[in-house]
């Protein structure tokens, strides 16, 4: 198949980040670290994913690279020069359209153009230029009230377009749409990109999809750990357009599957810090999420193909990634590369009774999910059986920002009223342990022996 859109090779660095970290005030009064260690490259002429979870610090590094924010360490270049405000010679496309209500489709898209200078004649003629471009022609006049979200987004892209910017940095452009103006939305991006003189050089995306960097990238750069660094740096070797039919293009997302979720094929699972409740936290997954995704296992005979059964169910992949990681946290589930198996305890917990399954994902929370573990034994060592949540939101804080330790405790509640361990009460904030915590002791001690499996 030709490369389409494609027309030259990547040809020298445009953009360079060495030894990026960054750091936010924390509500403790420390500091939190988002970035450490980053190191990355965009040349002339490519198109780069920096792909990963909620949380890794896409969107900060992105803002680093535009020059909006300043690291905390390390050094952003543009053309060798260190970048020390914003670059002129980039532009953003963001989630939300950020549309200015009370101008048109024409003001909104030759909004800085007027802010740089350009002559009234050639800003609204490289305007009209650009909305022609992007399948906009005949809204020019046009609110952005009058606008669908593809079309609004249409307007960001033309904005953006307009500069014709040496890099277009683009943060998770397609999420806030639904799945086939999406997809529209892409195949109209490539072909724009193949016109070098309206959308600039490069291209830089940020996204969590993985069929959508496999689909756009030239490379892609997968971020992780906490704090964020780059883990991998995956080459997408696909002619334009891909098919996302074709064995190369499924291959390509299996791999990054695989790396996205640490668990590539034939590795092993250790990992080398203690599991705790601030290095192991709890996936975004709820106990009847998790009895979903185990009953729709079982039925495809107790192993599946992960990105298959995303496609099966008309989800991204990633969407599944919460669930997956918190079954395998909790032995129902193992991960090899992209193939998921039933394990005994995934079977005896599906087949058992309702009782019997509370039971059984009683014993499996404590002895493999490290908060609930953390909350029991805290709850066994109080004097009354109860705490204020409130000393748990202050333990998570110490891992994570406000929002997310009220995420993780939230969870925490879900999964231990679900086994029956404590039980929250809303009113007096306070967690209360259950009888059947009080059973549990030796899954507790440390000298129990291994979690059951």
Known sequence: MTNVYSTQPPGRVLVSAEAIAKSFPSADGGSLRVLEGVNLTIREGEIVALLGRSGSGKSTLLRVLAGL????????RYRGVPVDETDPAVAMVFQSFALMPWLTVLENVELGLRAAGVPRAERTQRAIDAIDAIGLDGFETAYPRELSGGMAQRVGFARAFVQRPDLLLMDEPFSALDVLTGEN????????????????QSICIVTHSIEEAVQLADRVLVLGG??????????????????????????????????????TPGAG????????????????ATSGGLAGLIEIVVA???????????????????????????????????????????TDAGYAWHWAGIHESKISFAELAVARAPLVRT??????????????????????????????????????????????????????????????????????????GNPPR
């Open 185 to 200: 939305l892409r195949s109209e991006l490539m072909k724009v990109w193949g016109d070098r003189e309206l959308s600039g």
């Open 69 to 76: 924010i300043p690291p905390s360490a390390g050094e952003v």
């Open 375 to 448: 909350i029991v034994k805290a709850l066994e060592h109080s004097d009354t059986g109860s705490l204020r949540a409130d000393f748990f939101r202050d333990l998570l804080r110490r891992g994570f920002n406000e929002q997310d330790a009220e995420r993780q405790l939230t969870l925490a509640i879900d999964w231990g009223r679900y086994g029956e361990l404590f039980d929250f009460d809303a009113d007096s904030d306070e967690l209360m342990l259950s009888e059947v915590a009080t059973g549990l002791s030796a899954l507790l001690d440390p000298d129990a």
């Open 226 to 263: 906490t704090p964020g660094a780059i883990q991998a740096e995956i080459p997408i070797h696909i002619p334009r357009p891909r098919d996302k039919r074709s064995p190369t293009f499924e291959s390509a997302v299996d791999h990054l599957y695989a790396l996205l979720t640490g668990k």
């Open 300 to 342: 495809h005979g107790g192993q599946t193909d992960l990105p298959d059964l995303a496609d099966e169910l008309s989800f991204d992949i990633d969407d599944l990634l919460p669930l997956v990681d918190a079954a395998s946290m909790l032995g129902l589930l193992t991960v090899d590369g992209a193939q998921s198996f039933i």
């Open 269 to 284: 699972h250790a990992s080398e810090a203690p599991p705790g409740p601030l290095t192991h936290p709890l996936p975004e």
